[in-house]
């Protein structure tokens, strides 16, 4: 099995709403990923969790609050968030962290805050 | 430091070949190539590792040219299905450490018929 899920698909909420954003993997990676992506631009990091703990916070607002429950599963918690917060939530997994492993991608979670 | 990717868009005909090219101002543990269509998820394509390691599909192939910071990717007898944009994804090398991915702002490749 190499595929990374990711629910909901789709996602609309209000900035005084709380969501959550799921993401599982079952190849035994030891590392995940969360990717913010605008429309048109690279997909930027926003959190790296190495053998479940978070090791890479890349100066990502309080309002974004991922969690590592196993080493399946990565979430992020949404909580008044902002328009401009709108985007491609993207996770990933690699078998190691850094770069020297290549990295697989879920679908995406397209967000939208209003 | 973000790797610079060109061209930034390149339009084909079918069975043409492209290169595009990715560097990076900062030393290099690895390389990653991902495509990417419209509205899906990225792909990987190839990774290409600090001292000649590559692993990626067989019918890609690419280039690493550590000191000079360099890569290439090679897309031979296009097909339509190799329209998407693809992205480059530098690994930095920090003294004895990987850092995390850092990925060009893509290159948009169309294949026409």
């Known amino acids: 099995d190499t595929e990374v899920t990711q629910t909901p698909k789709h996602l609309v909420m209000g900035m005084t709403n709380k969501k959550s954003l799921k993401c599982e993997q079952h190849m035994g990676h030891r590392a995940m990923y969360w990717y913010k992506q605008k429309a048109k631009k690279p997909p930027e990091l926003m959190f790296v969790?190495?053998?479940?703990?978070?090791?890479i916070n890349e100066s990502v607002p309080s309002r974004f609050s991922p969690e590592c429950p196993n080493s399946s599963l990565l979430n992020l918690h949404l909580h008044a968030l902002q328009p401009e917060d709108s985007a491609l939530y993207l996770c990933?997994?690699?078998?190691?962290?850094?770069?020297?492993?290549?990295?697989?991608f879920g679908p995406g979670t397209r967000l939208t805050v209003l | 430091q973000q790797p610079v990717q060109s061209p930034q868009a390149v339009i084909l005909r079918e069975g043409e070949d492209a290169v595009i090219n990715c560097s990076s101002s900062k030393a290099l543990y690895s390389v990653h190539w991902y495509r990417q269509k419209h509205g899906e998820a990225p792909v990987f394509l190839m990774i290409?590792?600090?001292?000649?390691e590559q692993k990626g599909h067989e019918k890609i192939s690419a280039s690493f040219n550590e000191k000079k910071q360099q890569s290439s990717l090679y897309l031979t007898a296009s097909q339509l299905s190799y329209s998407g944009t693809y992205f480059c994804g530098s690994g930095p090398y920090y003294g004895g450490s990987q850092g995390n991915l850092i990925f060009g702002k893509g290159t948009k490749l169309s294949v026409k018929p």
């Open positions: 990933a997994s690699s078998q190691d962290p850094g770069a020297g492993s290549e990295q697989f």
């Open positions: 969790y190495s053998y479940e703990k978070l090791s």
């Open positions: 290409l590792l600090k001292g000649g």
